[in-house]
């Protein structure tokens, strides 16, 4: 699927996706990794080794230690709701149970899903977390040990359990090439028990590349991180399923080129600096001058205020907005003046670490070599 079949897609089955998939997918999640801590081992597990088994919190890509992060995070994005993710969240259930509540408490009608497997899902565990509107269950022996009947019972006893708390529990799975038939049958069996099953197009990271080359799988191209037959399974699923359980798949692409995008340009918007311009990708563009000489800065730092233009200094550096920076260079070379600094057009990330994703030259002040 390309990303307008998907948009064709999304659209025609907006209404009856999840909450917390219409939430994530207008990128109006704030994404709670509570902690990298769990047990199961996936072969498939995507995490990278910054998180994995790291007993550490991410908001978004913000790595954070409190709960007032979490809030300013939130707040910085506009977001709606919270993923709360992991590793497993219910190995810390009682971090999880003070960030989901200080979210709660924080904003209003703040609809909150969290991602877990059924070994913890406790009585215990489920009343600390019963302020949820969304749970998603990861039956994970089933793709690590193979298809059993008490594995798919054990799950069904969960979801019934957590159905007593929280008011949706789905069912969320990666699509395991060739596993057509084992998870069409799980459908089946849930299918009256879960409120959705969400099937993910099974994605390679570094980490777990090599678990995957092993059994076989490999990239399906060179743009994306999904894996050939991925797609296919689930697809297949979808057309022979019969039943009525609400089946939805998730396509890689969707993660990275529409709710990324869209939490991109959510963050953004709230960060942008009054001379800073929003891409349609999320990103943000900024001029940048850079001078050698204090009195170069000066001089047009004088020019820029004549004219009123919205500007900010940052050491021997002068940010502006890059559509008037490209001006100002044009009208400099028409009317000869001399340009005494170097510019540019760096595009970045409006995450935590602005990380640059591009520059592009205007203008190289040549350097004078001398030899002493
Ligand atoms: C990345 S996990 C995060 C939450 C938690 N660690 C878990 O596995 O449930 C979210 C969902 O992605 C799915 N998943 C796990 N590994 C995946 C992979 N390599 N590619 C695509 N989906 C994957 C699982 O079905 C899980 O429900
Ligand atoms: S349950 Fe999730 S975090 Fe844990 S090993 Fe599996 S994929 Fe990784």
Do not use: W
Request: net charge negative; glycine share 4%.
């Amino acid at each position: 699927m390309d990303v307008k079949k998907i948009e064709e897609y999304i659209n025609k089955n907006f209404d009856k996706l999840p909450e917390g998939c219409k939430q994530c997918v207008r990128g109006e999640k704030l994404v709670l990794f509570i902690t990298g801590t769990c047990k199961n081992n996936c072969y498939y597990c995507p995490l990278s080794e910054k998180r994995k088994d790291k007993d550490v919190i991410y908001a978004n890509e913000r790595l954070i230690s409190s709960v007032e992060e979490a809030i300013e995070e939130a707040k910085l994005c506009s977001s709606r709701g919270v993923g709360i993710t992991g590793g497993n969240p219910l190995l810390r259930v009682d971090r999880t149970k003070k960030y989901l509540e200080a979210l709660k408490k924080e904003f209003k009608d703040f609809h909150a899903h969290l991602y877990t497997t059924p070994e913890t899902i406790t009585t215990e565990n489920l009343e600390k977390i019963k302020e949820l509107d969304e749970l998603r269950i990861h039956p994970t022996k089933i793709f690590n040990i193979g298809y059993k009947e008490e594995f798919v019972d054990e799950l069904i006893k969960k979801i019934r359990l957590a159905k007593k708390y929280i008011p949706k529990v789905g069912v969320e799975i990666p699509s395991i090439p060739g596993m057509d038939e084992e998870i069409l049958n799980l459908a089946y069996e849930i299918d009256g028990v879960a409120d959705f099953l969400n099937i993910n197009e099974l994605e390679f990271s570094d980490e777990n590349y090599e678990n995957l080359e092993k059994r076989g799988f490999y990239p399906k191209d060179d743009v994306s991180n999904a894996i050939a037959g991925s797609e296919e399974t689930a697809l297949n699923v979808i057309k022979n399923f019969k039943g009525s359980l609400f089946i939805h798949y998730c396509p890689s692409i969707l993660k990275d080129a529409i709710q990324m995008k869209n939490r991109l340009i959510r963050r953004a918007k709230n960060i942008a600096k009054p001379y800073e311009v929003v891409t349609d990708e999320g990103l943000l563009l900024r001029g940048i001058m850079i001078f050698d000489r204090e009195e170069d800065l000066n001089e047009i730092v004088e020019i820029l205020e004549d004219n009123e233009v919205e500007f900010e200094i940052d050491g021997n550096k002068i940010y502006l907005n890059p559509f008037i920076l490209e001006d100002l260079l044009d009208l400099m070379k028409r009317e000869r003046f001399p340009i005494k600094f170097s510019a540019y057009i760096s595009e970045y990330y409006p995450t935590v670490d602005k990380l640059e994703v591009e520059r592009i030259p205007l203008h190289i002040k040549k350097r004078k070599l001398r030899f002493k």
